[in-house]
């Protein structure tokens, strides 16, 4: 399914949560989208799954809107940080309901899933841990298989363990049936990874949108005496730099490593995750 932001727009009074923001993503792939408490990330989601509506601009799922659209509504599965199900429901209403609405809904699936995360069907959604709460978030939006599946920070109280076997089952049952993952979090370094293409919001602003292995390749710190590091990086995109005693340590986008390594700098690749934290830094950071 092809997702289209044109110009999107959406405030909260005089909150600017999303500034005119447009981009395509047409390919079933797995999407990291990242930044900052109050980027815009969470609004973008509620956005593209029919929740809310945009001030200005618009968000088209195969050139349609999806507010107030079952047809489109139907292909989309957002998973919440908390609060996706009445709590008054027992999880085996729950899967029910979602069965009923998700026309791609694997039933195999989640009763294997509620198997292996030892849910107990019968128990009420109140009655739940908050580890055990976001459990049953995962397993509906992995059982949905619907074509456009969000994740918006969908493990909070999970351990390491079961968040390990959540990102199994994700890739598996991506690897089986291809779709449109779209997966916001702040741990970063657990999932980087999985992600193949990464959209990096601040401010309401898509400041980067990239193949995860190209940002991966032209996105590295060189080190060096001061001098030189400043030569080689002044027509660069610069995001970061650290002088001590003498030496320099600039981190550069969108620039080329082997020529880096071939003009004597030390070269180091530079993690998703640190690369945000300096993109999206109130103290210095930013691309310069």
């Not at 739940?128 to 109280?157: C, H, R």
């Not at 340590?249 to 620039?255: G, I, P, Q, R, S």
Request: charged fraction near 25%; charge should be negative.
């Amino acid at each position: 399914m092809i997702i289209e932001a044109n110009n999107l727009t959406k405030t909260y009074k005089n909150k600017i949560a999303l500034n005119d923001i447009s981009f395509s993503l047409e390919e079933p792939k797995i999407y990291g989208l990242l930044g900052r408490n109050g980027a815009g990330k969470t609004t973008f989601m509620q956005v593209l799954a029919g929740l809310l509506l945009p001030t200005n601009g618009s968000v088209l799922v195969n050139g349609q809107t999806p507010f107030d659209n079952q047809k489109i509504t139907e292909s989309i599965c957002l998973i919440k940080e908390g609060d996706n199900f009445k709590k008054d429901l027992k999880v085996k209403n729950v899967l029910t309901i979602a069965s009923m609405f998700y026309p791609t809904w694997d039933n195999q699936l989640a009763f294997q899933l509620i198997d292996e995360f030892s849910l107990d069907l019968n128990v009420k959604v109140k009655t739940l841990s908050k580890g055990m709460e976001s459990a049953l978030g995962i397993i509906v939006g992995l059982a949905s298989k619907a074509p456009i599946t969000m994740f918006d920070e969908p493990y909070i109280g999970l351990d390491a363990s079961a968040r390990n076997r959540f990102y199994e089952v994700l890739v598996e049952q991506y690897q089986e049936h291809k779709r449109t993952i779209i997966f916001s979090t702040h741990l970063i370094d657990e999932v980087s990874l999985l992600f193949e293409e990464v959209l990096i919001f601040e401010g309401g602003k898509l400041i980067v949108k990239d193949d995860t292995d190209e940002l991966r390749e032209s996105c590295f710190s060189v080190s060096g005496p001061v001098a030189k590091v400043e030569a080689y990086i002044a027509n660069k995109k610069v995001v970061n730099k650290q002088e001590f005693a003498g030496m320099l340590t600039a981190t550069v986008l969108n620039a080329n490593k082997q020529a880096a390594r071939e003009q004597g700098f030390d070269v180091e690749g530079v993690p998703i995750q640190k690369l945000m934290i300096y993109l999206t830094s109130k103290q210095g950071g930013g691309v310069k």
